[in-house]
């Protein structure tokens, strides 16, 4: 169970010191605790200060969501149809507010870009942020067509001409963009199929706007200038299109051969929304211009109207279209409400704005060419959708950087809405009644919510395990890398989870084991699990094992029985030597009753079966346990012939002995070295008055013993004579040189074992779950 744990500290300490290397911009960090059914209840433990410079490191890509989100309802605003007095104001005031974002935000990633030039540059080509740069340039397309929508009625004709030139140079950059990101992910990265998301087609996100943009910028151009940019905006938005329609081949696949998003991150599945409705929203906007901009006889065809033509084949494509960008709505609208108990704010949330604001734009579109009053009445409902969505997100993205932003805020903004609804009923607008929503509301996730890395492996904890596997930038603590307030409060609803677990901070643990403690403990360990796996025998057969009688309770028995046992063997680097024999004792006791577990053949069948029947209601963190559990179990060897399984298990104990003798011999082997004064020149005084003076031959020197690392680092860090920083150095690295032997046994060994596993090396073994 925990042998592997306590191996590990051996081996760190005989490998010589570990310097800190912690990052000191890693400014968020998260205790979690749970053994209830519900494993996403837990709450984030928030630093107590950060920098500005700090938060200026964790300022990622996906923030420019927010302004891209903006921008987009500022555009959708400004086309929306059963307009009504002052609805142009509120359109302004959030392509102002979008700018006024895209400002903030680019000035604090050039200073990230300036104080951190290698995190800026890993993040352009980072597996996961690096796919949201596209978000950056879509932001500004955005911010051009609000230009065209509000600046160009109250300027000068110097607008539309400053518009154009920024309309080719934003083609340009996109299209370099679009081809360099997905080169970059080709050459350097390996992503699976699993893992396949919307956002991989956010590379040419940039280029899927400019349909729309040219749709609007066209009418005020000159003729010429116009036609160009309306073939430009064609080529360009078949380029994106055709790309997007690959990258929904993937993520459909991965829907249909894994699990749904964990649901902080569903929000993120309406991205696949916005390729077919800006698409459709810009095939049918050009279509519509074609009758002007097209050139009399521009496909050489004497005998029908050219523009005519194709403002048809324009108008039908996009009929065509939109109907797969509403059936994306659809599905991504059923996969957020099936989780949306276990919603917490994190980035994503902004995807129920941007990309549904391209389906909204493609409806508009359609009901001005259908002059359809249904459509239109149908378009206004899903732009107060979209403002709605719009202030949730807000507050709710304030409210992870600013924890104690309250409700007052909320309702203030819901109170600035109604009176905008009355000013639009009063003007004779026919808004549709929407449904009074209810007081429940989904949990804001603390801004230093984040993941810890577990490591070691043998019969690891699953369900924290699958916690690790979930992470990245935009599940969850993506808001981590933003702008945490120092010295916040917690929000809590009570102290205790479901379960009765206290949550952290816990009662410090106290170290006051004896040798019949430890023993007693060793017992309780064993009765804990051998009675959980005895009742799931008992009462589960084949036909009635589910993920919740057979994988939970395991999963409950071994997070409690580890938090006990995990306190335990920091004790070998206490003041206690009389323990060690019973650490030891109790780490092969728990070892033992590991594999006796992990070698029942009753318990592995419902394990197998469970594992098998790939159960596609499960959700990515119960299926991530499973199959770990599923993989731990495999690996014991439970499925060889009677006579490997023999070899295997005396190979698995002998390794375990190793690890014992390993760490007893450098527990108790202690190298002194003696210096005077002179040869510790350097060294603090506060240093050397902790050190004890030699006797015998080495009376007038102090005596070290450099198998405790504050003691050699104080020598090696600080003195100046390099004879006596070797001399140090060269008796730290001869402790326990009896080991030695033990190691190359152990290597022989281990080598053997993943042979008999079918792995050609331990390293393909024991990364076998982690490495792609």
């Not at 040219?214 to 055709?242: C, H, K, N, Y």
Request: hydrophobic share 45%; glycine share 6%.
């Amino acid at each position: 169970m925990v042998h592997h744990t306590a191996h590990t500290t051996g081996m760190q300490r005989a490998a010589g010191p570990t310097p800190e290397t912690t990052d000191p911009s890693d400014v968020e960090k998260q205790q979690q605790s749970d053994s209830s059914k519900d494993r996403s209840d837990f709450k984030p433990k928030i630093p107590d200060s950060a920098s500005f410079s700090d938060r200026i490191a964790h300022f990622t890509w996906p923030w420019f969501a927010c302004p891209m989100s903006t921008g987009a309802l500022s555009v959708v605003l400004a086309n929306t149809p059963n307009r009504f007095n002052g609805l142009d104001t509120i359109g302004t005031i959030f392509f102002i507010l979008a700018i006024i974002l895209f400002l903030i935000f680019t000035t604090f990633t050039t200073l990230r870009a300036i104080w951190y030039p290698k995190r800026f540059i890993g993040s352009l080509h980072h597996p996961v942020e690096g796919l949201f740069f596209g978000s950056y340039f879509v932001t500004v397309s955005l911010i051009l067509n609000g230009t065209q929508a509000y600046g160009v009625p109250n300027c000068g004709p110097w607008l539309p001409d400053a518009l154009r030139v920024c309309y080719w140079l934003y083609c340009a950059v996109v299209l370099i963009v679009g081809v360099w990101q997905y080169y970059v992910l080709f050459q350097e990265e390996r992503l699976k199929i699993t893992d396949a998301v919307p956002a991989w087609i956010f590379p040419i996100y940039p280029l899927l706007v400019v349909g729309p943009m040219a749709g609007t910028m066209i009418p005020s151009q000159p003729e010429r200038q116009a036609f160009d940019m309306w073939v430009g905006a064609v080529m360009l938005q078949g380029l994106a299109w055709t790309v997007a329609l690959m990258m929904y081949s993937l993520y459909t696949q991965r829907l249909m051969t894994g699990a749904l998003p964990s649901p902080p991150t569903r929000p993120g599945m309406y991205v696949s929304v916005g390729p077919a409705g800006y698409t459709a929203a810009g095939l049918i906007s050009l279509g519509n211009q074609a009758r002007r901009v097209l050139p009399a006889n521009a496909f050489n065809v004497n005998n029908i109207a050219d523009g005519d033509v194709v403002r048809i084949v324009g108008i039908m494509a996009g009929t065509f279209i939109i109907i797969f960008a509403f059936w994306f709505f659809c599905i991504s609208t059923i996969a957020v409400i099936s989780g949306v108990r276990r919603m917490t704010f994190t980035l994503n949330w902004w995807a129920f704005v941007f990309p549904n604001a391209g389906l909204t734009l493609a409806a508009i579109q359609l009901g001005n060419v259908y002059n359809s009053t249904p459509i239109n009445g149908i378009c206004s409902a899903l732009t107060i959708a979209l403002v709605i969505m719009w202030l949730i997100c807000a507050a709710a993205h304030v409210r992870a950087i600013w924890p104690s932003f309250t409700k007052v805020a909320v309702l203030a903004f819901l109170s600035v809405f109604s009176q905008v609804g009355e000013c639009a009923r009063g003007a004779g607008a026919r808004a549709p009644t929407l449904p009074r929503q209810g007081h429940t509301r989904p949990k804001i996730a603390n801004l230093a919510a984040g993941l810890q890395d577990l490591q070691g492996r043998s019969l690891p904890d699953h369900h924290d395990q699958a916690r690790r596997d979930a992470g990245s930038l935009v599940s969850g603590h993506e808001v981590l890398h933003g702008i945490p307030r120092a010295n916040s409060p917690i929000p809590r609803d009570t102290d205790q989870l479901p379960s009765g677990i206290q949550r952290p901070p816990q009662v410090p643990h106290v170290f006051n084991e004896t040798v019949e403690s430890l023993a007693q403990l060793g017992v309780k360990y064993a009765a804990a699990y051998n009675t959980t796996v005895q009742n799931i025998l008992n009462t589960v057969t084949i036909e009635t094992a589910t993920f919740e009688n057979v994988i939970l309770p395991y999963l409950q028995v071994e997070n409690e029985q580890n938090a006990l046992l995990d306190p335990v063997f920091l004790q070998r680097l206490g003041t206690k030597p009389e323990l060690d024999d019973a650490i030891n004792n109790l780490n092969s006791n728990a070892s033992a009753v590991g594999d006796d577990i992990m070698g029942n053949a009753d318990f592995f069948k419902l394990v197998d079966y469970l594992y098998k029947a790939n159960d596609t209601s499960l959700d990515e963190e119960d299926r991530t346990s499973l199959k770990r559990l599923w993989s731990d179990i495999v690996d014991t060897g439970v499925n060889m012939p009677a006579d490997q399984r023999t070899q295997y298990q005396n190979m698995k104990d002998r390794l375990i002995d190793i690890s014992h003798e390993f760490i007893k011999n450098v527990n108790t082997d202690h190298q002194y070295v003696y210096f005077t004064a002179q040869e510790l020149q350097g060294v603090p005084a506060e240093t050397l008055a902790g050190w004890s003076n030699g006797t015998g031959e080495n009376a007038g020197k102090y005596e070290i013993d450099v198998t405790i690392q504050n003691d050699y680092f104080g020598i090696t860090s600080y003195a100046v004579n390099e004879t006596t920083r070797y001399t140090a150095q060269l008796a730290y690295f001869s402790q326990a040189l009896e080991n030695n032997a033990l190691l190359s046994e152990a290597i022989d060994l281990r080598l053997k074992v993943a042979q008999l596993m079918g792995y050609a090396s331990w390293a393909d073994l024991v990364l076998k779950d982690d490495i792609a």
